[in-house]
């Protein structure tokens, strides 16, 4: 099958025998030879590549060539290295159209969030860019005479990126931008699922790299395969850090398997996000960010609103609101101008998104809309469902749980006190929100007695958060924090500098040792 955006990306020559490279990077475009696997676009069922996994000589070869990399690359002035990433992000603004194209096609998003995604990517080049040249420590005062202390950030090591099918650019990119910046080679495993996402991003900073000869080339490699591959990754010293997203039980495995060996992970997994609307919100602005975060990218984000706690008061007519939107979203091709909503992912995921329906039902919910298939003019090979909506208990356990599918859970509260306990009783602690016109229900919500998550927004949803702030969230969800804010240290190592520029040699708290 021959796209024109794959071939406006290069990606044409990075195919042998009908096969991608499992191994791609600015000198490699290798097929594998171990066993294969098949990408199958969600859109329409269709087979759209085909792969082979990285064989462990492969992945040896790439940590190698990762480690060499690191040794050049670590001794460049970071304000260079943010050359690179400016050039980078210059050429996905070029090819913006084309990738988002990738990330329909595989991903089955929408052509706007799509879009949106890729922009993410551009807006954290330019935050990287701004960052190469404020990667400062702090300057300490000494208790001894004629010292001085201070604090430096330097470059870590290979860093290895493991991501999910979902945001197949965008997490890669919160990663490799600030990575690069600080100094450190990337060595990324992309979802099985999207791994052609993962190939057109590596073709961008192949791009970027023929332009700048004085950067190593080994800085950025794709390695392509399954949960063998990651455990391999995860089991070598040589990454100090793993960033892994996805689910909470992959990042359980990453951590214990890189605690083992004291290497540190980053880790941005599973969320059950809550909005609660209290009795002064502005149900308009309400039920617009709930359709979005709860319905957006079909449900599949770590973002997505899966809960909403309503007060008593609002509840009907809350419901009555969503009720009236939904039936009017938009289902269909992702590609297809209007359409709000995609397919699934898979079959896996249809199967799984039904499973939770039975149980929500035997567990006392009762579906108010939505949750079957939906084949009304839509390709048949793609798993397109109309979202759900299902009241139920707020302490039903399916509702602790998350599924990667648009079921919205409707549950009810009385007092503040109660909601943000529901808000908080979930294992996963990503992100929420509040709508409420009342500063003390808000300013409740965002303190230490409040939303227990990485994430608490007022009035807006649990969805689409910009690049600037820290992200990732507590509990269940690994607290890693990627992306805005100080995130960057996270990608290089503290040193703390003690500088005696006196003539004397005295020691600190005081001890006498002569
Ligand atoms: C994810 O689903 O893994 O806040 C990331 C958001 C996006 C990122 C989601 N900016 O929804």
Redesign the pocket.
């Not at 599949?300 to 997505?304: A, G, I, L, P, V």
């Given at each position: 099958m021959s796209y024109e955006f794959l071939s406006q990306l290069g990606l044409d020559s990075v195919v042998s025998n009908g096969q991608y490279a499992s191994v791609y990077s600015a000198d490699t475009a290798t097929a594998g030879t171990a066993a294969g696997f098949e990408v199958t676009s969600p859109n329409t069922g269709e087979v759209i590549a085909r792969f082979k996994d990285a064989s462990s000589e492969q992945l040896e070869s790439v940590t190698q060539t990762a480690v060499s990399a690191f040794e050049e690359f670590k001794s460049l002035p970071a304000p260079l290295r943010g050359e690179l990433v400016r050039r980078i992000g210059n050429l996905a603004r070029e090819h913006k159209e084309a990738l988002a194209a990738v990330i329909t096609l595989e991903s089955g998003k929408i052509v706007q969030e799509a879009l949106g995604e890729v922009q993410?990517w551009i807006d954290v080049c330019d935050f990287a860019v701004g960052l190469s040249r404020q990667l400062h420590g702090l300057s300490i005062v000494s208790e001894r005479p004629g010292h001085r202390m201070m604090e430096q950030w330097l470059p870590l090591g290979p860093v290895a990126v493991i991501s999910?099918f979902?945001?197949p650019m965008?997490?890669w990119s919160w990663n490799a931008m600030l990575g690069f910046v600080c100094g450190d080679p990337i060595v990324w495993k992309p979802s099985e699922k999207s791994p052609l996402a993962a190939l057109a991003c590596q073709s961008i900073v192949n791009m970027a790299l023929e332009t700048m000869p004085e950067i190593p080339r080994g800085i950025s490699q794709v390695v392509v395969g399954g949960r063998e591959l990651g455990q391999a990754i995860c089991e070598d010293k040589r990454y100090p850090l793993v960033s892994a997203?996805g689910s909470t039980a992959m990042g359980r495995k990453v951590a214990a398997t890189v605690g083992a060996r004291l290497g540190r992970s980053l880790l941005?997994l599973g969320g059950n996000n809550a909005m609660i609307v209290s009795p002064t919100a502005d149900l308009d602005l309400a039920q617009r960010a709930i359709v979005f975060s709860a319905v957006g990218?079909c449900g599949?984000?770590?973002?997505?609103l899966r809960r909403v706690i309503a007060h008593e008061s609002i509840v009907e007519d809350l419901t009555a609101r969503l009720l009236k939107s939904y039936p009017s979203l938009r289902i269909g091709h992702p590609a297809e101008q209007g359409t709000l909503v995609g397919p699934l992912i898979d079959e896996g995921s249809f199967k799984q998104m039904q499973a939770s329906i039975e149980a929500a039902k035997a567990q006392g919910g009762e579906v108010l809309y939505g949750g079957d298939r939906f084949t009304d003019s839509v390709p048949e090979g793609g798993f397109y469902v109309r979202p759900a909506i299902v009241r139920i208990a707020h302490d039903a356990p399916i509702v602790h749980e998350e599924t990667f599918a648009p079921i919205l859970y409707i549950l009810t509260y009385n007092t503040l006190e109660e909601a943000i306990a529901i808000n908080n009783e979930v294992p996963q602690g990503l992100?929420s929100a509040i709508f409420t016109e009342s500063m003390r229900e808000a300013e409740t919500f965002v303190s230490a007695v409040g939303s227990d998550c990485g994430i608490a927004n007022v009035n807006i949803g649990t969805?689409?958060?910009?690049?600037g702030g820290a992200?990732g969230g507590e509990k269940d969800t690994g607290g890693g924090r990627e992306s805005g804010s100080d995130a960057w240290r996270n990608y290089m190592r503290r040193t703390t500098n003690t500088i005696n520029y006196g003539g004397a040699l005295p020691l600190a708290q005081g001890i006498v040792f002569e």
């Open positions: 993410e999910a979902n945001f965008a997490v997203t941005e990218t599949q984000r770590c973002t997505s992100s969805s689409g958060a910009e690049i992200f």
